[in-house]
């Protein structure tokens, strides 16, 4: 049998994918792992992981991805890791549905399977100014809940003026002494009572028509590092006004990106890039082709998190292995 033909191909290798690959191998379905451009996904940039079952004080997010890879090496399941280009249908006579399906790699090579899931994630959407990215992770941060409780009784900013800019803001007031919401608009686009819980709660307090423009504004940082995150510098959009503003922690929620343009005009998407399952009751996790599954957060632009994503994972896997039974 040539070794390039495989049962599944899973295309990323977050709690998504490799969880969607740890089902599929115990299944005994001949699987590969397509890593992607960051091997273990958005994980891996979190320091610390409390909300993952079964670690009492936490787990680092590289070393949860990297014992996740290993557990799925050692179940005989081959990494490989390089990026997908295109997929595309392909005829085989030998399978009764009449198509196989091949996946072209950035490194030249051209994979064949009977059935791929896509479990490539979605990245934050970030604001692209200077420092914003050495810091992720030392006070900065695209995801409330993931990284909220680090900054509890703290005073901390939320960007964004959408629905999940108010959550987080919400979220976060729960917890923090004090939350500024911070929007380049003088009206939020959150629905209209996401919108007005906002306003309505006194821990919040909104910044209007402003942006983000510096972070560690003027600061002198030790040895040239960046060690945390200290202020920010907003700029009023209407009045040029600027200033700085002390907090703890910085929360971007300005949307995501999800890393689906490799399927565009292949499966059915949202206009947002992300993937819609779920139209077969027998297989919620198919696209719009039969033998392609998605998993994780390049199909949920709802729930980002992690243990959300694996579940969905196991769901996939489950999904094509009753669905290969049927080809």
Known sequence: MNENIYDTIIIGSGPAGLTAAIYNVRAALKTVVIAGNIPGGQLIITTLVENWPGFPNGVGGLKLMMDMREQVKNLGVTIQNDIVLKIKSTLNPSFQKGGMFEVALGSGKTLISKAVIVATGAEARWLSIPKEQELIGKGVS????CDGNFFRDKIVAVVGGGNAACED??????????????????????IAIEAERVLKNSKIEMIWDSEVVGINYELQITNYKLEK?????IKNNKTGEEKVIEIDGLFVAIGRIPATDFLKGMVEMKETGYIITGKNPEY????SVPGIFAAGDCMDDNYRQA??????????????ERWLMTV
């Open 142 to 145: 695209g995801c409330a809940t």
């Open 169 to 190: 803001a919400e979220f976060l007031a729960k917890i923090c002494q004090k939350v500024y919401l911070i929007h380049r608009r003088d009206s939020l686009r959150a």
């Open 229 to 233: 995150l200290q202020n920010i510098k």
């Open 284 to 287: 919620i996790t198919m696209t």
């Open 307 to 320: 243990v959300v994503a694996a579940g969905s994972g196991a769901k996939a896997a489950i999904d094509t």
